[in-house]
């Protein structure tokens, strides 16, 4: 058969990509989803498409997978590595073992690193690679990281990651890769707009099999790099996989609809532990929001964030404006395992008011505005280093979530201060933490370090925080 179709599925928020490969019968193998099926549904229905295979990479941290959903609402066939120990039904694969999908064949090359089942789908048109599903292997410019499964054993498994992308590299150089992990992933991609590449040009371009003078780098030279580029990542993949081993739950459309909760079920399940997640723009949320609410506006990055800064174990309330998808905030946090939606506030932050009940205002500032104030960064460590407004106190927006006592205490600069990070979204979240903790000397910087040099005609300071 000609070359095949491959659809790839680019899920923004998380930086990864699902592909969907059509097999020229009216069936499609669908590789590395997520429990969000919306997009590949989508796919599949716009080419006339039944999804009859599901192949997963690996045991995923950062998503739960649609294998199970896609297996009980199609039927498909789950492919998996036999390593897994998964708990529901699928064909367990070992290194070499193919899989006739009729008229191409899909080899199963055991890769561990990102994870130790880890395996790389080859996939044949006769005895030819077309292309190498890679997961979280040899990724564009990069390779996953190897912290997820035991910090302890990183460097182990950067060892054995080195080993696996050297296997990759021995295919053609014409051969396609397609990795799950891409630009935003916190799986150690990094930016830039390509998601897919060849054996050929990772061979010549990947920083990471450089070495010194343009060779190949060697394993102790891989494995440093790997390592040092190691950043921090959201609580919720420490156990997703586990989640993913066992098969996560099969959704109901029913699940999915955000029940409504009138202000006394929402004062009743907040007293009860119950924790508001308000999804509106942040300008919105600036004028007036529920105290003790945490911002995390609905966009791309909502379901990161929202794993990141709320427990999964208590009930969330969310309140939106009206424009605003309430399947779309539904999805996000099931494919991220937090089923404890408990429903939205009818009326929203408007009904809020009508019941009489307070409201907190938070100051937005200009870019020309923030002159002799505290600052407080709250970006990614390489995003501050890459440069911040001087002066800038640093604290990662994770590590505030989950450190706020030790902030206020030591790290947090005594007054009046402006949060900040590159647009205003995550800086609203880190001062609706502190609002939260008992600090009313609060603003947010509408825009980032960019928009103040522009403002202001001065550079921004390179070089990490101390």
């Not at 055991?110 to 790389?120: D, I």
């Not at 529920?290 to 929202?306: I, M």
Request: aromatic share 4%.
């Amino acid at each position: 058969m000609g070359l095949p179709y491959v659809i790839p599925l680019v899920d923004e928020g998380l930086g990864n990509s699902t592909y969907l490969v059509d097999l020229d019968d009216g069936r499609a193998l669908a590789v590395d989803p997520s429990r969000d099926l919306r997009a590949v549904r989508r796919a599949a229905h716009a080419a006339g498409l039944r999804v009859a295979f599901v192949a997963d990479t690996h045991l995923h941290a950062d998503f739960l997978t649609g294998a199970v959903q896609l297996a009980a609402t199609e039927h498909a066939t789950v492919l998996a590595s036999a390593a897994g120990g998964r708990e529901f039904p699928h064909t367990g694969l070992r290194d070499g073992d193919e899989v006739d999908l009729g008229g191409l064949r899909l080899r199963a090359l055991a890769t561990p690193g990102h994870t130790l089942e880890h395996v790389a789908f080859l996939l044949l048109d006769g005895d030819a690679p077309v292309g190498v599903f890679t997961g979280g292997s040899l990724l564009v410019g990069a390779a996953a990281r190897t912290d997820l499964v035991d910090a302890g054993r990183t460097v182990e498994l950067a060892r054995a990651q080195y080993a696996s992308v050297q296997r990759l590299l021995t295919l053609p150089d014409t051969t396609q890769v397609w990795p799950t992990h891409g630009a935003g992933s916190f799986c150690s991609a990094p930016s830039g707009a390509e998601r897919t590449t060849t054996i050929g040009r990772e061979k010549t371009t990947n920083p990471l099999l450089a070495g010194v003078g343009g060779t190949s780098a060697d394993e102790a030279t891989f494995v440093a790099s790997l390592v040092a580029g190691l950043g921090r990542y959201p609580p919720y993949f420490a156990r997703l996989g586990e989640v993913n081993r066992r098969g996560p739950a099969v959704v109901a459309d029913s699940a999915v609809a955000l029940a409504a909760l009138g202000v006394e079920a929402v004062l009743r399940l907040v007293a009860a532990g119950g924790q508001v997640v308000d999804v509106r723009p942040i300008t919105d949320y600036a004028v007036a929001h529920v105290p003790g609410s945490v911002s995390n506006p609905l966009r791309n990055a909502f379901a990161t964030w929202l794993g990141w800064l709320n427990d999964p174990d208590r009930p969330i309330l969310i309140v939106r404006d009206p424009g605003q998808d309430p399947d779309e905030i539904a999805w996000q946090a099931l494919k991220i395992g937090y089923e404890n939606l408990a429903g939205e506030l009818t009326g929203g932050i408007d009904a809020w008011r009508a019941a009489g009940l307070p409201v907190i205002r938070t100051r937005l500032v200009g870019p020309d505005q923030i002159a002799n104030q505290a600052l407080l960064d709250i970006r990614q460590d390489g995003e501050y280093a890459a440069g911040h407004v001087p002066g800038a106190a640093h604290i990662e927006l994770g590590d505030l979530a989950h450190g706020i006592d030790e902030a206020l205490q030591h790290r947090l600069p005594a007054g009046p201060v402006v949060v900040m990070c590159g647009h205003g979204e995550r800086a609203m979240a880190a001062a609706s933490l502190l609002e939260r903790a008992g600090r009313r000397d609060v603003a947010v910087l509408a825009g980032g370090p960019e928009d103040w040099a522009a403002a202001t005609g001065k550079p921004l300071q390179v070089g990490a925080s101390r």
